[in-house]
Every structure is written in C-alpha cells, then in structure tokens.
C-alpha cells in the first residue's frame, strides 16, 4: 500500500504543481539544453572533419572518443571537480556548486556521444554527394552545410541522444552541483536524495518525468528514423 | 588556336604502379572529347583528375594559355570546370533546387538562378519535374537533371563520366541529343565512355586510353 499511495502523492506533486519539483525539473531541462546548444556546434563540427579529412591521429582520435562513450559520469564529475574546486587551475571560474559547473560537465558528456554520432553519420554518406558539392563549386562551409543538412536525420539522432544521456545522468551533476536545493538538484541528485530520505514519493514523481522524457526522446528518434529509411527508400 | 587547358605532363599512380603517363595532353575550347579504353584504364580517374577530386602528378599546367599551380586545385579551374558522375547523386532539396545548386553555392543573384534554372531545365526536358521529390527521379531524369545542374555553371568543360551508362531507349537519346548543344554553346565536353552512338557524334574527337598512354583519333 505505501508504493501505491507514494504514486498517487507523486501524481499530486505533478498535477498541483509543486513549486519545489518543478524548480527541479527545470533546473535539470535547462542546464542540459543549455549544455547540448553548447556542445552539438563542437561535436558535429568535428564529427564532421574526422569524417571528412586524413590526418596524423585521426585514428587516435576517434578511439578516444569512442572510449569516452563508456566513461563513467562520476569520474567526470571528479576531474571536473578537481580542475573547478577553489585551488585548481579553474577554480577562478567559481563554477562549482553552479549551474555552469554543471553545463560544463552536461558539454563534456554530451560530446562524445554527439561526436560518435555524427561521425558514423558522415561516414555513411554517399560521398558523391560531397564530390558533387565540391564539383559544382562550393567552399567548404557550404560542402560542410550541404552533407549535415544531407545527414540530418543521423544529427538529430546525435542530438537527441545526447539530450537522453546528460538529462539521466548523475554522477557528475552531484559532485560539481553538489544538490543544492533550488541551484544545483537536478532530477537524477534529487532523486538519489529523496529516496535515500525515505520520501518516495517526489522520487517516483521525477522518475515518473523522466521516463516521460525518454519515451518522448526515443519516440522522436523512432519517428526521425522513420523519416530517414523512408527517403532512403524513395532513392 | 590557345589551348584551353593543357598539362606537359600528367602522371598518376596507384603506390609503385602508373596508371597513366600522359605527355602534352590538351583540351581545346569548344570541342567535344570522347575518352574510351579498357575496364580499368583510368578513365574516371582521368576525369576526377581534371575535376580536383583526386591528386596526381603535374608538371607545366597551362589554362588559356598561363601557367597554373595545379595543387591546391585552383579556383579559375573550380569555376571553369564541372564534373558530372556516372550515376549523379542528388541533393534531398527539390529538383529546381539541384539545378540551382552551384550558383547559389557561388552566391550569384537570386533573380540570375531564377533564369538560369528556368531555362537549364526547358533545356534539358525536365521543367514537368519541378514538384518531384528528387529522390524519385528515374535514372534517366536524374542524367538530365545532373547536367542542367552542370549547364547552369556555364562551365568551360563539362567533365561526363559514362552519361549515358545504364540508360536504354527513350533516356539514353534524350541523354545523347544533349550533348552537341554544350559544345556548341562554346563548352569543352570531355566525355568518358564506351557508348557507340557517343563516340560516333559528329564533330567528336576520340582519346583512347590504353597501357598508360592516350591515343588521339
């Protein structure tokens, strides 16, 4: 009986509008959009130049990354927490327990998985389509331009999963924010505390968010790569 | 007569391997060229050169008569010469859009693509497919929209890698009786190909590629 009146008290909080859960929830929205709008441009930019281009390490490069998919969040947190804290290189910043300390660390996870993404996206382009841009005369902004508009739908994925990784994870958000009521508790930190407290139900009413927000994500890329084996299936 | 475009030397190769080793070999303006030789000769690969899409060795390169550092591929012949593939690719845009890709590309004025498209594509037979979804287009009708994309550029040389390969019938004429109308509007068309009816056009001169070395006809 206590799961099932922690689920109607969690459905409470949602529906009436609870200030403190949805200052939460706004929190964690925001500072992930934020830290994809910074990230997407960086990643798919390189993705884009890995893709495109032979040089020295190119090889080096991508297995770093790909690497870095697997990287755990936490040990994130931590080597951000060390370069952020008072007496590290960027403590000047006062980013930690702050929202841009969290942003920073939204960027760095977002990267990778943009970055992979894109990557493999360009990479399975037809490359007549960047010859043809070159041959009718483009630069190469507008060579860029043209295969990530031809690409879009493997970029939307990238962005959208990377939206899904920086929004659901926790570790670094909890050493560089530091759970700060009102600041800095995300819904994964207030989640791990609420719980830990015994108060189930403003867990389970997050939870509850974002599953919502996963299905919405995954449904848009369901729906994205519906789109992409319909045009491949018209050429 | 200046030649157009013309290379002292013109050497590709694979690793230890030569391709080709051409020596003096020129294009004229306005003439119409058709490059046969064996599967493998280094037909395309002749074009792609020509085109800055693949590297090789240079020496002496000579456009309208000056000297021209070959590598990086120089802007006068970026704008000067187009390349058209055997199976042209199109853009996911609209075929209107296509067409009009290089000038806009170039930043030419909205209202000189407007025209240009317009009249590309009454050139090329393809004006009834301005609301088709590019993806659709038949091989043919791609072919056709390829080169009023080509066409628009007024390029100096139109570079055709087998334009008429794995069209039949209607397509392939259609296709076919494009050709003499580049070159008489004053365009270099070299063309890469083993279709008799390309090769026998009148006014057509014939290079054969052959052990890495080009024969003219």
Redesign the interface.
């Known amino acids: 009986m206590a799961l099932v009146d922690a689920v109607h008290d969690a459905f409470v909080l949602l529906l009436t509008g609870d200030p403190v859960l949805w200052r939460i929830i706004w929190i964690s929205v925001s500072t992930s959009m934020f830290g994809l709008i910074l990230a997407t441009p960086l990643a798919v930019g390189a993705g884009y130049v890995i893709a495109m281009h032979q040089f020295t390490g190119r090889r080096l490069v991508i297995w770093l990354a790909q690497a870095a998919l697997s990287l755990p969040t936490v040990l994130i947190g931590l080597l951000l927490y060390l370069l952020l804290s008072r007496h590290g290189p960027l403590g000047g910043l006062q980013w930690l327990f702050a929202q841009p300390g969290i942003v920073a660390g939204q960027v760095i996870i977002a990267l990778p998985v943009l970055l992979a993404f894109t990557l493999t996206a360009v990479q399975a382009a037809d490359p007549r389509l960047a010859e043809t841009a070159i041959a009718h005369g483009a630069s190469r902004w507008r060579v860029m331009t043209t295969l990530l508009y031809e690409v879009r739908f493997g970029v939307m994925a990238a962005v959208i999963s990377g939206f899904g990784r920086v929004i659901s994870e926790v570790g670094c958000a909890m050493m560089v924010g530091g759970n700060i009521a009102g600041e800095t508790r995300t819904i994964t930190t207030a989640i791990a505390l609420e719980t830990s407290k015994g108060d189930f139900a403003q867990g389970i009413a997050l939870g509850i968010v974002l599953v919502t927000i996963a299905l919405a994500m995954n449904g848009a890329l369901m729906l994205l790569q519906g789109d992409a084996h319909a045009a491949r299936g018209r050429s | 007569m200046t030649a157009l475009l013309s290379f002292g030397r013109l050497h590709k190769r694979h690793g230890t391997h030569t391709l080709f080793d051409l020596r003096d070999f020129t294009l004229e303006p306005g003439s119409a060229y058709v490059l046969t030789g064996v599967n493998g000769a280094g037909k395309s690969t002749l074009l792609r050169i020509l085109?800055?899409?693949v590297h090789a060795d240079v020496e002496d390169v000579r456009f309208d008569g000056a000297p021209l550092a070959f590598r990086p591929y120089p802007r006068a012949l970026?704008?000067a010469?187009?390349?058209?593939?055997q199976?042209?690719?199109?853009?996911?845009t609209s075929v209107p859009a296509n067409i009009a890709?290089?000038l806009t590309?170039?930043g030419a004025p909205r209202a000189l693509i407007r025209e240009r498209v317009e009249e590309a594509m009454a050139w090329a037979g393809v004006t009834h497919l301005t609301g088709s979804?590019p993806?659709?287009l038949s091989g043919g009708e791609k072919q056709r929209v390829a080169l009023a994309?080509?066409r628009v550029?007024r390029p100096r040389v139109l570079l055709l890698d087998e334009p008429t390969a794995n069209l039949d019938g209607e397509a392939r004429e259609q296709v076919i009786a494009l050709i003499p109308t580049l070159t008489g509007a004053g365009t270099t068309v070299v063309m890469a190909c083993h279709d008799r009816d390309l090769i026998n056009l009148p006014d057509v001169r014939r290079l054969k590629l052959r052990d890495g070395h080009i024969e003219y006809r």
């Open positions: 085109a800055g899409l970026r704008d010469i187009v390349y058209v593939h199976h042209p690719v199109m853009f996911s890709y290089g590309a170039r979804d993806a659709t994309r080509a550029l």
